[in-house]
Structure formats: structure tokens, C-alpha cells
């Protein structure tokens, strides 16, 4: 007999935002995704990509089976006999060359949190500190100025705000549901200020729009700061109470007068002088939000604390509408740093990027490939991937699956035989963000939401299943003692004083913060307790303690072979990173990326738009369609190109051997280039 | 009646509603089948979402030779009903806002319908832009956000910084 339909609330995954959805089920299967109006983050109201998921649980590519690689072929396999033969192959690469030799790599794919933490605790009870991720260039890079300056990565209240910072940030394509937040403060009198060499989609309504060329936000920063102090209109009693080193900051940013600013970035003094205005007008009420888009860059972490310093000075740290630090939800930590401490084992790039190591226990993406070619520093044989697509994301493509194909054994979780799955020596189906049952927190609501888990396919293992299996298998069991992913909840939930059965009779959420109030920050988690606007930290480890601003090489050391910069990176509203292109109904409006070039430039080179264009760096070659944007969506010599797409790929364009200097970014976003029309352009 | 209206101020043309809008009229995402409009002029920063205002006195209604258009007694939304719409254009011609299209595959016009009530662009509009609201709701919206601002210049005069 064939089951009614049924709607289960639940939230999407689509992007970091996890709105609440309603899905709809007929005889279990997902047919239509909607808001869920009564989940508090998105009130009903959904994005395209949300709807999306409907396409990709159902997609006839979904693996359902696990696959082993002969030669050129795959054999589908039974699920016990797949773990069963890479557990005995792990223990023979372990017993040979150590349990260092093995990896985890956790990719976007798969969300954040818990799942992030599954990876990072079976590597550990396994015995290696290999633990990677997409987070060698996403998010770290700002989560380490934060935690320079600030010791941690506050609350940004945007809803309160009285002006609000998108800088390097465009969420009504990152995270469409966080611009519904700036559209209520700005009905309550919020000003937006959109810092971006693009007029991006949320600068296009912004009060300004702030355009300095790519990679010089450092100079911009300090040029406010400078007008902040030498017009006297900063938090005093904040400085004087809760900062370390502004005399040495102040001392420096003198250096950056509004001549100084417009040398380096671009932004005429005016603009300058206009931002500076709405900063202060805005008492301190100040939503600074530092986007990703900083942290592609050989200066970014520098740049971010420059940024971020700002928030100091106009005493936005503990206001509301400014950034607060809330108490989290006490969830229990899944990572074994405490237990199994294995720093002395070398973890990867954690020599040449200690900060990044110290930070977040995150291993270096780039170290690791180049690991895995040369087998320095020691030999690098095994990765179990997760939800990750580095043949598309990580830069250097062509390298990426250079390196990936000489690993002795490479297993891939995923929905799709991606790019990076097609080079695996086992691929498994990984179960969808809908068919698992995961707790979500949305810190800047202080929400917490259990999700449904619907939908389960036979064969199809949800990230804990899959780690304890494995574990299990390895001698590791005695850290995966929890029977499913239900059980594991309990025991996370344990000190959050909720239960899981009250997550389950709540689905639209739970309220576990309270609402922000003005408070005095008493001690910020930095080692002097202090907000650093300069680190004795960083100088002890032979860094600079100011964050000085260092003018990218395009501009520093210009070479006439690539007189262009591009920028890759810049969000889509369709795609999530390299997801989503096998959607037939979104590739048939959206088939490829365009290069997006200043009419000038376009013009200069006889290029239209359409044509298609030979982009190339010191990377590679790409043909891409030109995207001729208005000459105010873009400065003049700068390029943009969107990843993720197989065909016009962004990755084969960037560098994977220069790095911002403490967080170990790769460079994506200041790129040196040159421009022709392609052989045959039309 | 309530109708879907949108604020130029804060809207960032992300057309989110024009592909939700083509999903559920046409289960694909060809923003061109889409029945609101989103215009875009990046030299003067304007976004403007339009679709079809519903309006008492709806002149495609009043001039459709065939009678396919009526109005919705549930919604009071103005709907076409393409099994009579002999395709001739007129409403076209009638709507001062351009808010009726012609599908030319099937031969039939084509505007919005409101979604039987719960329309699909509304839902999809993730800046909080498009209301579906009387038109009079949307006024005391944007006075009172006018008053914010307002509120702002008078609070700076009167020693805020």
C-alpha cells in the first residue's frame, strides 16, 4: 500500500546558510523542497539551490553502490567487502610506512561541525595528524585574524546594525538568507557600505561601494584607521581598556593618507573619507563582515587583521549591531586533541604554516599533494576523501590530479563519480545532508535544530557510519562506541541542556541563546587577554607583529607578460562550489562561467562579449566566454572567472606555490594574467 | 487583495524569484519563461522587480477578444486561461506595465497568476524585497523605513557622533 504524502521539516545544505525546509515525501521519496516558515534563520523564504536537492537526491548519476577501480573500470562491490579490503590495505600502508602515511581530506560537500569532527577523530584514533580540508582556503584565513586580534570569531549582528560592512562578502550568493538580515537593517536606517573590486550583487544597492583593486584591502584598512584616530572620533575608553599596541598601529597607519590609500587601492580620497564617515555616524552600532574573498591572497591574514582592528577602534566589540560573543551551544568536542595529542608526528605543513596548524589542527592542502609527489617530508600513500572535490577546487588542477593518481590508495565518499572521485581506488555513495540526522547550530540566532535524516538509500552510509565501520575495523572501534548517528547525538547533546527528543519534537529549532545586550568585554581570549593590534605571538614566530601591509606582486613587481589581475572565486547563485553542474535544468541556464573583463579591456583586445578568450597565467590556459561587464562592475585590468566547472575550469589557472605567509592560502584572487582571443574566437 | 510588490531600494537583482517563478510555472529554470522580471542598469545601480499588479481596472481583461481572461474570485488575481487564449496578442498590447509575455511555443500569453496564493517568488526572495501584501501594507513599510532613516539624521544632530 502506498504511504500518504508526508512533510518533514528539516534544513538544507545546500550552502553554510542551512535554511529550515519543508520536504515533501511520496512513498519516501523526495519530490518538492520549500521555506519552512517557522524556522527563525530563513522565515519561509528559500534560494534556488535549496530546491536543487530535490534534482540531486533523486539524479539517476547518484551512486548508490560501492565501486572498485580495475584499471579503466569499475566493479560494483557489497559494502562490507569495500571496507573490509580498504581496512586491510590502510593496515599494510600503516604497517609499512606508519600511521602518518594515511590522510583525511573532509570536503564543503558534506557540511560543517559534527561531520567535520567524525574526520578529524578518526585520523586520530588511527594514529596520524593528517587531518585535511577545503579549509586550507576557506574560512581559516579570516578564523586566524579573528583569533589574532581578537582571540575569536565573534557574532556579527547584522540585524541590529546601524551600518553594516560587507567586505570581500556577497551573500545573496554565498549565503542568500544572511541579505535578508541587512534588508531589515537598512528598513530600520542601517547604511551598507560593500567593499569589492566587483560590483557585486550586494553592493549594487549598497549606500557605497568601495572598490579597491584586488588584494590591497590592507592599505584600505589602515587609510580608515588613520582618519579614525587623526579625527579623534575612535573608543577611547575601549583602547585604553582592552587593546594592546595602538600606539605602534597608530604610529603606522600614519604612513596612510588618503594620497597613500588612492595609490595602493584605487578608492579615491573622497570615498575614503565617505566610509570613514558612515563608520562613525553609526556609533559603534558597526557590522563589519569580512568575506572570503579577502583570504585568496599572498597579504590576506595581514589585511583581515587590519580589517578587523577597525572594530576595535569604533568600539563595535560587545555592542549590539556590532560583533558580540556569545556563549556557544556547550556541545561535546568529537576531536581527540586532549587524548591523542600527534603534533610531534609532523602533521603536514605545519612546519612552513604554523599558525594554521596552532589555529584550527588544519593540515596544508597544497604540502600534502606536493607530499605525495616528491615524499617529502615523508612518504604521503593513503586518502580517504570526504565530500570533496579538490580536481576542481584546490588550485593547480592539473598537479591536484597528478598528485591524487599517484596515491597507493584513494578512497572517495560522494554522491557523484566526480572529478576527484574518477581517480579513486574505491568510490563510496556517501548519504545526502537529507538522509542524515545531524545538529546544527546557528550561532548567530542562537538556534540549534536537529535535522530529519529522510530518505535512506540501502548501502548508503552516512559519514559516522562510514568512520566507525572503518575505525572498527582498524583497532580504533573503542572511539566509535555509539551504535548510529542518533545515539551519537545523545551523547554530544549531553552537556547542551537539551534533549534529543525535544530537538525531535522541534523541528522548525530551538532558542538556546538569549538576545544580545551591550556588554563590556571583560577579557578577550587572546594571549594578552586584549584586542592585538599587534601580536607578540606572531613576531615570536618571526612574523611581523604590525599587520603591515604588503602590496601584492602584481602590483609590486609588475611583468609585462601579465598585464592583467584575475580574481576566481566570485560566488554563482546556482552553484555551490564545483555542486550542482549536473543538474540538467540549471547547466541548460547556466552551461559555463564567463570571464568577466571591463568593456575597455574588451575592447582594447576585439573581444565581445561571447567570444571566447585565452586566459593564461604562470598555472596554465583556459578558454573561457567573455562576460563584458559596465565599466563600473569591474576595475579596469581585472578579470573574474567562477570555478567550480569542469569544461571552463578557473583551477587550472591558479597557483598552488604562493601562499599568504601565516594562514598558508593559496593565491586565487591576485593572480598575474594575460588575455587573447582564442584561436578561433566567435 | 494582495498582490506581489517589490522595493527597488534593497533589491540586488539576484532574480532568485525569476527562477523560482520559471520553476513553478514550467519546472525548469529559464529565467525568459519566468513571469517577473527583474531589470538590472549597473551604471545607475537600479534593480527593479516587476510582474503584474493586478489592477482593479485591468485593461488586458477589458480588451481580450476571447474572454480567456478573468479574475480569480479566491486570489483576485487577474489569470489567463490559455485553453481559450487564441494568442492574439492584445493583452500585450493593453498592459502598461509589460507584465504580460507571449509564449510563442505554445501560442499562448502568459502572465502572473499569484501561485493560487502563495506565490513562489515571494517565497524564493531570500533579501526580503518582494512582499505578497495589500497594496497599502507596502506604503506603511516604506514610510516607516523612511522614518528610520530619518530617525538616524535627527539622532547624529543631537550630539550622536
Known sequence: ?682 | MRIVVGDPEYCVACRDCAYACAFAHGGGFDRESSRIAVSFSPEDRVCLPLTCMHCAEAWCMEVCPAAAISRDPETGAVVIHEERCAGCKMCLLACPLGAVSFDAAAGVARKCDLCGGDPACVRSCTVDVLQYCEPGEMADARRESLEAKLRAVYRKGEGGS
Open chain 1, 1 to 682: 500500500m502506498e504511504a500518504p504524502p508526508q512533510t518533514v521539516q528539516t534544513l538544507c545544505r545546500m550552502c553554510d546558510d542551512r535554511c529550515g525546509i519543508d520536504v515533501r515525501l511520496e512513498d519516501g521519496r523526495v519530490v518538492d523542497i520549500t521555506g519552512n516558515p517557522a524556522h527563525p534563520w530563513n522565515l519561509g523564504r528559500l534560494c534556488v539551490k535549496a530546491r536543487a536537492a530535490v534534482d540531486t537526491v533523486n539524479h539517476p548519476d547518484r551512486l548508490l553502490r560501492p565501486l572498485k577501480r580495475h584499471g579503466d573500470d569499475w566493479e560494483e562491490i557489497p559494502l562490507e567487502r569495500a571496507l573490509d579490503e580498504i581496512a586491510e590495505r590502510l593496515r599494510a600502508i600503516i604497517e609499512k610506512d606508519g600511521a602518518r602515511s594515511v590522510s583525511v581530506w573532509k570536503g564543503e560537500a558534506i557540511g560543517f561541525a559534527q561531520q567535520e569532527d567524525l574526520a578529524r577523530r578518526f585520523i586520530h584514533a588511527i594514529g596520524s595528524p593528517n587531518y585535511l580540508s577545503n579549509d586550507s582556503m576557506c574560512w581559516v584565513g579570516r578564523f586566524t585574524g579573528y583569533k589574532l586580534v581578537l582571540g575569536a570569531w565573534p557574532n556579527v549582528d547584522i540585524e541590529n546594525a546601524r551600518c553594516v560592512v560587507m567586505w570581500g562578502a556577497n551573500p545573496p550568493h554565498s549565503r542568500p538568507n544572511l541579505t535578508q538580515r541587512i534588508t531589515k537593517a537598512r528598513r530600520r536606517g542601517a547604511t551598507l557600505v560593500a567593499v569589492d573590486p566587483r560590483l557585486s550583487a550586494v553592493a549594487r544597492r549598497a549606500d557605497l561601494h568601495v572598490a579597491p583593486l584586488p588584494g590591497t584591502d590592507g592599505a584600505l584598512a589602515l587609510g580608515l584607521f588613520r582618519e579614525l584616530v587623526e579625527s579623534g572620533s575612535y573608543d577611547r575608553s575601549l583602547v585604553e581598556r582592552a587593546t594592546v599596541g595602538f600606539d605602534d598601529l597608530a604610529g603606522y597607519a600614519r604612513e596612510f593618507t588618503p594620497d597613500v590609500v588612492e595609490r595602493e587601492t584605487g578608492i579615491p580620497p573622497a570615498t575614503l573619507s565617505e566610509m570613514a564617515r558612515l563608520l562613525r555616524a553609526a556609533d559603534g552600532r558597526v557590522a563589519l563582515y569580512p568575506g572570503n574573498g579577502l583570504e585568496h591572497h599572498e597579504n590576506g591574514v595581514d589585511n583581515i587583521r587590519a580589517i578587523l582592528s577597525l572594530n576595535a577602534l569604533l568600539g563595535a566589540l560587545g555592542k549590539v549591531g556590532g560583533s558580540l560573543f556569545a556563549p556557544p551551544l556547550p556541545l561535546r568536542d568529537l576531536t581527540l586533541y586532549d587524548e591523542r595529542p600527534l603534533a610531534t608526528l609532523e602533521p603536514l605543513g605545519a612546519d612552513r604554516f604554523p599558525v594554521l596548524y596552532e589555529v584550527r589542527r588544519e593540515c596544508h592542502t597544497m604540502t600534502a599533494l606536493n607530499g605525495i609527489l616528491t615524499g617529502r617530508p615523508y612518504p604521503l600513500r593513503a586518502m580517504l576523501l570526504a565530500g570533496a572535490n579538490p580536481a576542481l577546487t584546490n588550485p593547480n588542477s592539473e598537479k591536484v590530479v597528478r598528485a591524487l593518481s599517484a596515491l597507493e590508495l584513494f578512497v572517495v565518499r560522494d554522491l557523484f563519480m566526480t572529478e576527484t572521485a574518477a581517480l579513486a581506488d574505491y568510490v563510496l555513495p556517501a548519504a545526502s545532508f537529507l538522509e542524515r540526522s545531524e545538529i546544527h547550530t546557528h550561532h548567530e540566532i542562537g538556534v540549534v535544530t536537529l535535522t530529519a535524516g529522510v530518505g535512506r538509500q540501502p548501502e548508503v552510509q552516512t559519514e559516522y557510519e562510514f568512520w566507525r565501520d572503518l575505525a572498527r575495523r582498524l583497532g580504533a572501534g573503542e572511539y566509535f562506541p555509539w551504535e548510529d548517528d542518533g545515539e551519537l547525538n545523545r551523547w554530544l547533546l549531553e552537556p547542551a541542556g537539551v534533549t534529543l527528543e525535544h530537538l525531535e519534537a522541534h523541528p522548525e529549532g530551538v532558542v538556546y541563546g538569549s538576545p544580545p545586550v551591550d556588554a563590556e568585554i571583560e577579557r578577550f581570549p587572546t594571549p594578552s587577554g586584549k584586542v592585538e593590534f599587534v601580536s607578540t605571538h606572531l613576531a615570536e614566530l618571526g612574523y611581523d607583529a604590525l599587520p603591515k601591509y604588503r602590496r601584492p606582486a602584481y602590483i609590486e613587481t609588475p611583468d609585462p607578460a601579465y598585464p592583467f589581475v584575475l580574481m576566481t572565486g566570485a560566488r554563482s547563485l546556482l552553484f555551490g562550489h564545483s555542486r550542482s553542474h549536473n543538474i540538467s535544468r540549471f547547466a541548460e541556464e547556466a552551461p559555463a562561467p564567463g570571464l568577466e573583463m571591463h568593456p575597455d579591456d574588451a575592447s582594447v583586445l576585439g573581444l565581445a562579449d561571447g567570444d571566447t578568450a585565452r586566459v593564461t597565467t604562470r598555472i596554465g590556459s583556459v578558454d573561457a566566454p567573455v562576460r563584458v561587464v559596465a565599466t563600473n562592475e569591474l576595475p579596469r585590468h581585472c578579470l573574474q572567472l567562477t570555478h567550480g566547472w569542469a569544461g571552463v575550469n578557473a583551477n587550472a589557472l591558479t597557483h598552488d606555490d604562493r601562499f599568504d605567509r601565516i594562514s598558508g592560502f593559496p593565491l586565487m584572487k591576485s593572480v598575474e594574467a594575460r588575455v587573447e582571443p582564442a584561436g578561433g574566437a566567435g
